[in-house]
């Protein structure tokens, strides 16, 4: 470091833009537009494997699926002639019918279908919050893409299936070329953190990187950032950041004095 930035600075700056995160962060889950998501989002079933790739075979561009019955109690109605998407539904029954407190074991699947969103009319939906920050930086692009591949990361620029923005794949990142400097940051934070992981919620994998991205993204001037509304979106709260700490602000500082200071 210099004797203009020290290590006790930055580590300082990166501390206060995670706490001023973590409030933001709180403030957003409260807010009625994202309550109203959540609690639209929560009255869909948690599908299965098999069953997503069903349905990703199935309609590909689904969003919200449930079934007919599931619609109608939320004001919507599959409209005439849809075609449903056929996914298993498992079959249970008490391993002893005599006797009230028996256990239910599972006999088999049956074949049910869903319907997705689009194929529905009914009370409009509430809105996704907006959780994309599309600025982009060239320059700051130009040197997060000379980091990655010091190491060992590659990054591709292509089209990404639905509102996808970046995919980190394990030495490799495919980036949409709509998305902003902080997706870029975002996968990169992935990278570092989380490949070699494979005891982490996906939820806490996803507010490490999004932390790492808002951090750097705000030290180089980046604006309009929805970092704080991302994380809500996987109903996280300032709580879930202090076992992340240290990690984040760990990969944060190795990303930014790679930026002021490439070797």
Not at 18 to 34: F, G, I, N, W, Y
Not at 94 to 106: F, H, M, W
Not at 111 to 121: H, L
Not at 164 to 185: C, F, H, M, R, Y
Request: hydrophobic share 35%.
């Amino acid at each position: 470091m210099t004797a203009q930035i020290t290590s006790n600075d930055l580590q300082q700056k990166i501390q206060g833009y995670l706490e001023v995160l973590a409030l933001e962060t709180d403030q957003a889950r409260k807010s009625e537009e994202m309550q109203r998501y959540l609690d639209f989002v929560a009255k869909f079933h948690q599908y299965s494997p098999s069953n997503i790739f069903l349905i990703m075979l199935t309609r590909p561009d689904a969003t919200h699926v449930a079934g007919y019955q599931a619609w109608k109690k939320m004001g919507r109605f599959v409209r005439k002639g849809e075609k449903g998407i056929p996914i298993f539904a498992p079959m249970v029954h008490k391993e002893d019918p005599d006797k009230e407190d028996s256990p239910k074991v599972l006999s088999g699947f049956r074949v049910v279908y869903v319907f997705d969103v689009s194929q529905t009319d009914g009370d409009p939906l509430p809105p996704m919050p907006d959780w994309k920050s599309p600025e982009k930086n060239a320059e700051l692009n130009e040197k997060l893409i000379r980091f990655a591949e010091s190491r060992g990361i590659t990054i591709t620029f292509k089209e990404l299936h639905g509102e996808t923005q970046g995919v980190s794949k394990g030495g490799a990142i495919e980036i949409s070329p709509n998305a902003g400097t902080k997706t870029l940051i975002h996968e990169i934070a992935h990278e570092l953190m989380h490949q070699c992981e494979n005891n982490l919620d996906r939820e806490v994998c996803e507010l490490e990187a999004e932390s790492v991205a808002y951090i750097v993204s705000r030290y180089f001037g980046i604006n309009h950032l929805n970092s704080a509304t991302y994380i809500a979106l996987y109903e996280l709260s300032s709580k879930d950041f202090k076992e992340s700490c240290e990690r984040i602000q760990k990969n944060v500082q190795t990303i930014i004095e790679y930026l002021l200071f490439p070797s």
